[in-house]
């Protein structure tokens, strides 16, 4: 974590595609930068409201040629945590890749809010 830089890590489910929650909670947070993962879903809803909102947006892929494809997602998200103080998860129950997320944010020992689905 850049030192004294608020940084927020966005995740959660694809099949997401509004949650006011989430824009309402980033805008009271004024994040300097928003980390997420740049899939479908959640990752676009963050990162759309980091470009309208001039904040910086660090979007990382899983990099399936080092990792491979059952654990590039999960190495992925655990960088995605381990980026931030604060984590917003966005989840509809049913995701793996967003419950391997929380459960990273548990591990790492980041603060994590869930946030309600419209």
Request: charged content about 20%; glycine content about 4%; proline content about 9%.
């Given at each position: 974590m850049e030192k004294d830089k608020k940084i927020v890590a966005v995740v959660g489910s694809r099949g997401i595609v509004k949650c006011a929650a989430l824009t309402a909670r980033l805008a009271e947070l004024?994040?300097?930068?928003?980390?997420s993962g740049g899939a479908a879903g959640v990752d676009t809803l963050a990162a759309a409201w980091a470009r309208a909102h001039g904040v910086a947006l660090v979007e990382?892929?899983?990099?399936?040629?080092?990792?491979?494809?059952?654990?590039?997602?999960?190495?992925?998200?655990?960088?995605?945590?381990?980026?931030?103080?604060?984590v917003l998860v966005v989840w509809d129950g049913k995701s793996k890749g967003t419950l391997s997320t929380l459960k990273a944010a548990r591990r790492l020992g980041r603060r994590c809010e869930l946030l309600p689905l419209d």
């Open positions: 004024a994040p300097d930068q928003v980390v990382l892929r899983p990099d399936y040629a080092t990792h491979g494809p059952t654990a590039a997602t999960h190495v992925r998200n655990a960088e995605i945590v381990r980026r931030a103080s604060l």
